[in-house]
């Protein structure tokens, strides 16, 4: 397991951008990607962003053009870059990595940050 600690989230007008950092305790080498999910009230958890060790990145289609996902050059700390936020925006941003053991892949969460989008 890797324990993963989320900052920068906050309230933004509409427009308006912010970026998420998540760093992990640890770089360990069975970390096999890592990314960015949000949940808001009354949804379920949505994937947003993820990026694997190699650099290789993957972006939900409500989101791509104004989202960017980004990583460290040490790799323990991803970023998400996001402009041009909608009230629909408005969630808890999760950071999540996929630990390897094995044959087995687990999840890590961080325990998430608030971002909200006013109209």
């Known amino acids: 397991q890797v324990q993963l600690v989320e900052s920068g989230g906050g309230l933004v007008q509409a427009g308006g951008s912010l970026r998420l950092s998540c760093a992990a305790s640890r770089s360990i080498s069975s970390i096999i990607a890592m990314g960015w999910y949000r949940q808001a009230p009354g949804k379920e958890r949505e994937f947003i962003a993820n990026?694997?060790?190699?650099?290789?990145?993957s972006v939900a289609d409500s989101v791509k053009g104004r989202f960017t996902i980004s990583q460290s050059n040490t790799r323990t700390t991803i970023f998400l870059q996001m402009d041009d936020l909608r009230p629909e925006d408005t969630a808890v941003y999760y950071c999540n990595a996929q630990v390897q053991s094995g044959s087995t892949i687990s999840p890590s969460w961080g325990r998430g940050a608030q971002v909200t989008v006013s109209s």
């Open positions: 990026i694997f060790r190699g650099g290789t990145t």
